[in-house]
């Protein structure tokens, strides 16, 4: 009893502390955001030439990327036109070391993503077990918008310095700019016309009509018309 209770102690620091421990099969992706109000156009823009530098590092053999979300298929927090998903893949050939060899591709990937200023925010994730995301949540409550932000960003800020925890980010966005239109509701009966006819004319001129969809495999693609 005395030398499995001394066995015990000492293996007990060296064995692994997540409840889903990452799987290391060479390949991991890179989840980039940009400032919220960026258009699409511009993600696929950024997205494509971070793509194109990952790729030319020795230490990769293929890129996949994803750019912008489909609210049918995903559904993911967070995911919008201003962010883009990299997956990156690891040559066969390498089948010894392979977690200092993931380890040393993430680190050059890293260091292109930090080097790009149009990219506000990322974070590295691995193939799990099973996807639980995020694996540790802090929510703050408050009743200014502006204080949440102010709060959110300094436990992000405290938790940074902590050993053990990486990529720290929170979900407070910039927000979006609203424009207020309030109808003449006698100028509409004037014209015969109704305010919601009039709301839904100015939808559509802002917006566009989507009449139908074309699916493509198990994905279904809105035909905007403006």
């Known amino acids: 009893a005395v030398l499995l209770f001394v066995g015990a102690t000492y293996l007990l620091p060296r064995l692994g502390s997540e409840l889903l421990p990452d799987l290391h ?23 494509r030439d971070l793509e194109g530098r990952v790729r030319a590092l020795d230490s990769v053999e293929a890129t ?3 750019v912008g979300a489909d609210r049918e298929e995903t ?3 967070g995911s919008g036109r ?5 997956s990156v893949r690891l040559p066969d050939a390498v089948t010894h070391d ?4 993931e380890e040393a591709a993430e680190r050059d990937v890293r260091a292109l993503v930090e080097s790009d200023p149009r990219i506000v925010n990322y974070r590295i994730t691995r193939p799990t077990l099973l996807t639980l ?49 309030v109808f003449d509701r006698e100028a509409c009966l004037r ?3 109704t305010p919601a006819a009039c709301a839904q004319l100015l939808r559509d001129e802002i917006e566009g009509t989507v009449p139908t969809t074309l699916g493509e495999g198990n994905r279904r693609v809105d035909i905007r018309v403006r």
Request: glycine residues 8%.
């Open 133 to 181: 995301a995020p694996e540790m949540e802090i929510e703050v409550y408050g009743n200014s918008r502006d204080e949440v932000r102010t709060a959110a960003l300094a436990v992000a800020s405290r938790m940074e310095s902590m050993e053990g925890l990486s990529d720290i980010r929170t979900t407070v966005g910039a927000g979006v700019p609203e424009v207020r239109i």
């Open 191 to 193: 014209y015969g016309i």
């Open 25 to 47: 099969q060479g390949e991991f992706t890179a989840e980039i955001t940009l400032e919220p109000r960026t258009p699409l156009a511009e993600t696929d823009r950024v997205a």
């Open 75 to 77: 559904g993911r927090q």
């Open 82 to 86: 201003n962010t883009a998903r990299l």
């Open 64 to 66: 996949a990327l994803i």
């Open 98 to 101: 392979l977690v200092a060899a």
